[in-house]
């Protein structure tokens, strides 16, 4: 079982920068593809970025890349999202998910996301 909990989320104007935090519990959290998603109002969870399990792969969407840097401590069980030049178009609850990791790609889940965190809102005033 793996608990996730985020922070860093709040409200910023348009070309601002957040760095959100998603810390984990258990002890095997290095063994975990970590992810990020994000769901505005009325719209689907769309995925953000996702790091392998050493973080030696990302993934990026179109909509964050350039913009986004993601990295994780595995000494720490912490995954951080780093999101710069922020568009109001950015302004979601933001969750942090871990998947199993069947391999060295930030793609390779073994399964779906199982952990979800409880989200962390992000706003952006344009």
């Known amino acids: 079982q793996v608990q996730l909990v985020e922070s860093g989320g709040g409200l910023v104007q348009a070309g601002g920068s957040l760095r959100l935090s998603c810390a984990a519990s258990?002890?095997?959290?290095?063994?975990?593809?970590m992810g990020w998603f994000r769901q505005a109002p009325g719209q689907e969870r769309e995925f953000v970025s996702s790091?392998?399990?050493?973080?030696?792969?990302?993934y990026y969407a179109d909509s964050v890349k350039g913009r986004s840097t993601i990295s994780r401590d595995n000494a720490k069980n912490t995954v951080y999202l780093q999101m710069n030049s922020l568009k109001p178009e950015d302004t979601a609850v933001y969750y942090c998910?871990?998947?199993?990791?069947?391999?060295?790609?930030?793609?390779?889940?073994?399964?779906?996301?199982?952990?979800w965190g409880q989200g962390t809102q992000v706003t952006v005033s344009s």
């Open positions: 258990g002890r095997t959290f290095s063994s975990y593809i």
């Open positions: 998910a871990a998947c199993r990791a069947g391999g060295p790609s930030a793609g390779d889940c073994r399964g779906s996301y199982e952990y």
């Open positions: 790091i392998s399990w050493n973080g030696g792969s990302t």
